[in-house]
């Protein structure tokens, strides 16, 4: 059973470590070697994999990200987290240019752990989504 104490200091290592620090090498001691993203990005690669391609996508396009855990929640298997994800889209994201524009966005994981590591991820809330309404905001004013 996942204890609430174990929870905290996973979803800790992966939002402090992995992308606020770019520490992308202890992405595969918290992810399982199986790992599924329900809610992956465009062309991103499966498994622990995947989730390293994104933190380092992230953290070139936005090179002052900060993610702020404002919520932990453990039910069973599972750890729910909101953060808040704050910084300045500088470079390229994708297919989306960079806007030079300062953000904050929600987003919300659902993990389910098994042997103490991320099995599955389920996420809402999109930093392109965000990045894409302030560009469009910015081009009506």
Request: proline letters at 4%; aromatic letters at 6%; zero cysteines.
């Given at each position: 059973?996942?204890?609430?104490?174990?929870?905290?200091?996973?979803?800790?290592?992966?939002?402090?470590?992995?992308?606020?620090?770019?520490?992308?090498?202890v992405i595969g001691e918290l992810y399982a070697d199986d790992f599924i993203d329900h809610?992956?990005?465009?062309?991103?690669?499966?498994?622990?994999?995947?989730?390293?391609?994104?933190?380092?996508?992230?953290?070139?396009?936005?090179?002052?990200?900060?993610?702020?855990?404002?919520?932990?929640?453990?039910?069973?298997?599972?750890?729910?987290?909101?953060?808040?994800?704050?910084?300045?889209?500088?470079?390229?994201?994708?297919?989306?240019?960079?806007?030079?524009?300062?953000?904050?966005?929600?987003?919300?994981?659902?993990?389910?752990?098994?042997?103490?590591?991320?099995?599955?991820?389920?996420?809402?809330?999109?930093?392109?989504?965000?990045?894409?309404?302030?560009?469009?905001?910015?081009?009506?004013?």
């Amino acid at each position: 059973m996942l204890t609430e104490i174990d929870a905290k200091e996973l979803v800790r290592r992966i939002f402090e470590e992995a992308v606020n620090q770019a520490q992308t090498d202890v992405i595969g001691e918290l992810y399982a070697d199986d790992f599924i993203d329900h809610s992956p990005g465009p062309d991103q690669a499966p498994g622990p994999a995947g989730i390293v391609d994104v933190v380092k996508q992230y953290r070139t396009a936005i090179p002052d990200l900060s993610v702020t855990v404002e919520d932990v929640i453990v039910a069973g298997d599972r750890v729910i987290t909101r953060e808040t994800w704050r910084g300045t889209h500088r470079h390229r994201l994708g297919d989306f240019l960079p806007t030079n524009a300062s953000f904050v966005a929600t987003r919300i994981h659902i993990l389910r752990i098994e042997n103490g590591r991320v099995a599955e991820e389920w996420t809402a809330g999109s930093i392109i989504d965000r990045l894409r309404a302030l560009s469009t905001a910015e081009e009506n004013t």
